[in-house]
């Protein structure tokens, strides 16, 4: 690694990058492992090898063939946590599909933006879970669904869209056809019966490593959230080199609590097992303490991930002395900035003595920044660590752009393999995000040692992150200014002690209107996804501007939190 005079630091490997298609490494890892654990789904009491899980992954592909979709088309998988999602991680990449990571908490209104923006061609998706409804969303957004069987749909609205496959978790050969025009796991596996290996190899062989095979979506200071495409060489290196710094091998078991859609559960969890041979345990489709911690001693699980408010509500579930965690070895702490003595009672109480924070965001495949065991504590809880091996790193003058000195604060920018391919179909603002020399600005704040640590200290961006998720003020903004009582609304974060940050809402009403901070959650249940409401709202008569009338949040943020009786700057 180079030893930086100025904020920048480069790190070259031992090890070159890979240089292989997902598939290929896959292959290549079946042929090592094949008998080993590959995946192991507690909630559906599955349990496949790598044998088996590559003969599926084929089913699968096969069926995706059969039903006409090929390489570059985009097909977006709406699900909890389970091992269908992780077959259509791994067949989408066997054929060259684009894989669309769609969040299972999305209403039908962001459903059907995502399903836009990204022109989604075919939609997997399973029937309900808990409070909601898919189906009904599904056939409320697409009323062609509940005519007789068509070979496709037709929407004007969803003009990409041609396929919606449903499969139900509970028993996939069984998933029940709730309206004529609906597609199911058995039909995609039947349709692939008359294709043979020796066809899906060949379309193997054809694809490239630089190859578009995932869009995940996300967003910066405002706006909807952008769909951020990802290679093949972008997540594969970058899983492949996060399991190297954990010192992560065949012989491990990960619990994974955090959600699939995310590029912390797809790519830092799924394929960071895939590339090494070690086994991916689902203990929940959606978190739940309790049972991440029965996981990870029914399958003596060696690592855990997830983000802060995962590993406090586990420390402090009131049976948790009453389980054998003892198998625990490391996992990584990421989404949020972790507090001192959560990573002691991580490494302590839950014996994950190697745990180590990750930094990164979706543009970058994600990971960008890792600590490693044998960092200081302080270290591993004041710094998100250095990047990871072939990647670069510079802290640089907001204003000029010029890197500035060591220990002093800009905007951290990356450049290397990890960078995203751009943001689908909106060349302006990729141009924004990545500039000429390639290098992705981050819009976070942070300083870097004479060591290449790098310590995170703010955000120029709005984005909120509250329990790891990220949340956008603008679209929860426009969701609240629908309502015909609103007649602005400024949404920001606030710190919270479990969720790392809370969302506020300030809502000035039309004249004369009258509404009540119970009516403004009413209207947002069931709009947006739960972790989007508001946690406080208050109404206001005016907002803090500048000159030119823009507001002025961090003001707001301020006089919120003075009045909350916390120091302003959190």
């Known amino acids: 690694m180079d030893r930086p005079q100025s904020s920048y630091c480069h790190r070259g490997g031992a090890e070159p990058l890979l240089g292989a298609s997902i598939p290929e490494h896959f292959a290549a890892v079946v042929a090592r492992h094949g008998q080993r654990d590959a995946v192991v789904s507690i909630p559906q009491r599955r349990r496949l090898s790598y044998q088996e899980l590559s003969e599926a992954t084929d089913e699968v592909a096969r069926g995706l063939l059969a ?4 390489r570059g088309d985009r097909i977006g998988v709406w699900s909890t946590n389970n091992t269908e999602w992780l077959l259509l991680q791994l067949a989408t990449a066997r054929i060259g599909a684009v894989l669309v990571n769609i969040n299972p908490a999305n209403r039908a209104q962001e459903l059907a933006y995502v399903l836009k923006r990204a022109e989604v061609q075919g939609l997997f998706a399973i029937p309900r879970f808990r409070h909601s409804d898919y189906v009904a969303m599904l056939t409320g957004l697409l009323p062609e669904l509940e005519s007789p069987r068509l070979a496709r749909l037709a929407n004007p609205e969803l003009p990409a869209l041609r396929k919606v496959v449903l499969y139900d978790p509970a028993d996939p050969a069984l998933t ?4 004529p025009g609906f597609t199911v796991w058995q039909d995609l596996l039947a349709a692939g019966e008359a294709l043979d290996t020796t066809t899906l190899d060949q379309v193997t062989a054809a694809l490239d490593r630089d190859d578009a095979i995932n869009i995940q979506f996300t967003s910066g200071t405002t706006g909807f959230p952008k769909a951020v495409v990802l290679t093949h060489h972008n997540i594969l290196n970058n899983a492949w080199f996060a399991a190297r710094a954990m010192d992560f091998g065949e012989t491990d078991r990960l619990a994974v609590p955090v959600p ?13 097992c895939l590339s090494v041979g070690a086994c991916v345990v689902i203990p929940c489709e959606h978190f739940d303490a309790e049972q991440v911690l029965a996981g990870i001693q029914q399958e003596q699980c060696t690592a855990v991930h997830g983000v802060p408010t ?13 389980f054998d965690l003892t198998t625990l070895r490391t996992g990584i702490m990421a989404g949020a900035p972790c507090p001192p003595a959560l ?9 994950c003595r190697d745990i180590l924070i990750g930094y990164g965001e979706t543009e970058a495949s994600p990971l960008t920044h890792l600590t490693v065991a044998g960092d200081t504590p302080r270290r591993r809880v004041e710094t998100v660590g250095t990047n990871l091996p072939h990647q670069e790193v510079k802290v640089v003058d907001t204003e000029s752009g010029h890197t500035v000195p060591i220990g002093e604060v800009g905007e951290v920018c990356f450049r290397g393999y990890h960078i ?47 329990g790891g998720e990220n ?27 479990f969720y790392g940050e809370e969302i506020m809402a300030w809502i000035q009403l039309h004249e004369g209107a009258a509404m009540t901070e119970a009516e403004v959650r009413a209207y947002c249940n069931g709009g947006i996804a739960h972790f989007k409401i508001p946690a406080h709202i208050w109404f206001v008569d005016e907002f803090p501007m500048t000159v030119t009338g823009k507001l002025q949040k961090f003001r707001m943020r301020d006089l919120a939190l003075e009045k909350m009786g916390q120091a302003p700057g959190g």
């Open 176 to 179: 029940p056809r709730p309206q």
């Open 343 to 351: 990573m002691q009672r991580v490494m302590h109480d839950m014996h």
């Open 471 to 497: 949340v956008y003020p603008r679209e929860i903004e426009d969701f609240l200014y629908a309502h015909p009582k609103i007649a602005e609304a400024a949404v920001f974060g606030i710190p919270d002690e």
């Open 420 to 466: 995203m391919r751009g943001y689908y179909a909106d060349s302006a603002a990729t141009a924004e995000a990545v500039d000429e020399s390639g290098w992705l600005l981050s819009g976070d704040l942070g300083c870097m040692d004479r060591d290449g640590y790098l310590r995170i200290t703010g955000r120029r961006k709005e984005m909120i992150i509250r």
């Open 310 to 322: 995962m590993f406090t509500a586990q420390l402090d579930h009131p049976r948790f002395r009453d």
């Open 67 to 70: 039903l006409d979709f090929q």
């Open 260 to 272: 699939f859609y995310h590029c912390f559960g797809m790519v830092l969890a799924n394929l960071l």
